[in-house]
């Protein structure tokens, strides 16, 4: 092995370690509101919410908001705050949704698109992760 | 009412999701593949769906499409359209209903709605919803599973605890197999009241349902008939027996159906549990009963390994007979014609999540009726997915 592949091999080893470190490691989800919220919730409340149980907090109609399904963010969430993985998730919305009982949470395709449509509606609670924060949203939790 | 619906979405808050003002609409589906072979040991009909000592799919293989309305923050519409294999795939509407919402906690549906007997009757269908390939057959004893009418469901809070309170009203004329006979039942004042408690691993219900029916009497099966011709007539010494004929048949019966139950998942441990007990005001072909089931199961990665056992017993009641001297021949056949069976149900299974929204699912049971001696083991798989 010549010096020049060797160093080429050591490049593309420190993008992969980089690239997954922060996902592996450090990652931490931040739940988001709206700048304007007040709110402040439990982690088992955080849970019911995003398990259609719990509609409102203080009297205030809570809207929960998803990242889209095979987001490592939302693989995150899943695991720290409800505390299920995505199949679990997906059996237990399905019990649900057959029975007209509840829909779940919207999804969104990206993080911006997630802090972009938290920071205009007042109702809406959703997560990223916790370096993309903005000022635009208010940090409610992070995990 | 345009304007209404826009200001209902804005104050929810979901303007940038909902960009249709006019009705939201959800498409879900689910559908199941699988087959099964019912190896009978010795008699028929512990396993009904299952043909004897053939692969049949039929039992398994459904499709459903569901579609959802939301036409404002307090009228929506719910319909789902069902095939199934039992039912030579013919296109059924298992749910139809309007729901008006009041508030967040309070929904008001009107229309054809499950009968909500046990934990699992809202999703029986939707295989993918829970462990086994169909709920336990010796408990989820019935062949309807609807009710036409309205019910009302309220969510509250108990402290740390989640309740659901259920309550419906309604009548049901479907059919009910009897002697292997499908036969017209018709269901009246059929109501009930159910409550759920949930906490994090914890979740447990309880049921009380109250209802009057009618079967009509099957007319197919030689014993029966020759029975009802014996009795209809005096034999030698003995008379007649009109009334026990009409105790026989199942006019006006008035039941009552409570069930309670809990579902454990705790870390990697599944352990779901339900009582239930069908009591009659008298004794027709149809008798009292009670069954009941535990399963527990352990979740390794993606496979779910679970075993079940289940019991069903009848508990008939013969005092319909005591007007009969104890050597009429007739007093035995009369006394055979009511249902009387002791079964247990030994279920191993594995349910394997190898993909997004698809579940494999393999099973082998052991059902054992201890009165009439019949054995039949059942090896089934199905694929069961949600989209």
Not at chain 1, 64 to 93: A, H
Request: aromatic share 12%; net charge negative.
């Amino acid at each position: 092995m010549n010096k020049q592949t060797k160093r080429s091999w050591n490049f593309i080893f420190a993008l992969v370690w980089a690239a997954l470190v922060p996902a592996a490691v450090n990652a931490e989800v931040a739940v988001i509101a709206h700048p304007s919220q007040n709110l402040t919730v439990s982690p088992d409340e955080l849970e019911r919410i995003f398990l259609g149980k719990l509609k409102q907090v203080d009297g205030q109609s809570i809207v929960p908001i998803n990242l889209k399904m095979g987001s490592p963010v939302r693989k995150d969430f899943n695991e720290k705050v409800l505390g299920k993985t995505e199949s679990q998730l997906k059996s237990y919305w399905s019990r649900l949704v057959f029975t007209g009982k509840a829909q779940p949470p919207k999804d969104v395709e990206s993080e911006s698109e997630m802090l972009e449509l938290i920071a205009r509606n007042p109702n809406m609670v959703g997560y990223i992760d916790k370096s993309n924060l903005t000022p635009a949203v208010k940090l409610i939790a992070s995990f | 009412m345009k304007s209404k619906i826009n200001i209902g979405i804005a104050c929810m808050g979901l303007n940038m999701i909902a960009p249709i003002a006019s009705a939201e609409i959800m498409l879900n589906g689910f559908a199941s593949v699988g087959g099964g072979f019912n190896d009978i040991q010795n008699g028929d009909g512990l396993n009904s769906n299952y043909s004897e000592d053939k692969f049949s799919a039929d039992p398994i293989n459904k499709i459903a499409i569901q579609s959802s309305a939301v036409l404002n923050s307090l009228v929506s519409v719910t319909g789902q359209l069902l095939a199934k294999g039992t039912e030579d795939y013919t296109v059924d509407a298992e749910w139809v209903y309007l729901t008006l919402s009041p508030d967040d906690n309070l929904d008001l549906r009107f229309g054809r709605l499950r009968s909500p007997l046990f934990i699992y009757s809202d999703y029986l269908d939707v295989g993918y919803a829970y462990p086994w390939i169909s709920a336990p057959n010796l408990v989820y004893r019935f062949t309807f599973d609807t009710v036409e009418g309205m019910d009302a469901l309220y969510r509250s809070s108990l402290g740390k605890w989640d309740t659901t309170y259920q309550v419906f009203y309604g009548r049901l004329t479907d059919e009910q197999e009897l002697f292997g006979e499908e036969l017209p039942i018709d269901i009246e004042n059929f109501s009930g009241i159910n409550f759920t408690l949930s906490k994090g691993w914890l979740t447990l219900r309880a049921s009380y349902n109250i209802a009057t029916f009618d079967i009509d009497t099957p007319q197919s099966n030689p014993g029966l008939n020759a029975l009802f011709a014996g009795l209809s007539s005096p034999i030698g010494p003995f008379p007649a027996y009109p009334d026990v004929i009409e105790a026989l048949e199942i006019t006006d019966e008035k039941a009552a159906f409570y069930g309670v139950g809990a579902q454990i998942h705790y870390e990697d441990w599944i352990f779901n549990t339900e009582y239930t007990e069908l009591n009659i005001d008298e004794q027709s072909f149809i008798s009292d009963d009670k069954a009941w089931y535990a399963m527990l199961g352990k979740q390794i990665g993606s496979v779910l390994v679970h075993a079940t056992y289940s019991k069903h017993e009848d508990e008939p009641d013969f005092s319909f007979t005591s007007g009969m001297s104890e050597m009429d021949p007739r007093r035995t056949g009369a006394e055979s014609a009511v249902l009387n069976s002791e079964t247990t149900q030994i279920k191993l299974g594995l349910r394997y999540d190898f993909a997004d929204s698809t579940a494999f699912k393999v099973e082998v049971s052991q059902s054992d009726d201890d009165k009439s001696d019949r054995k039949a083991n059942l090896v089934a798989f199905s694929i069961d997915t949600v989209f």
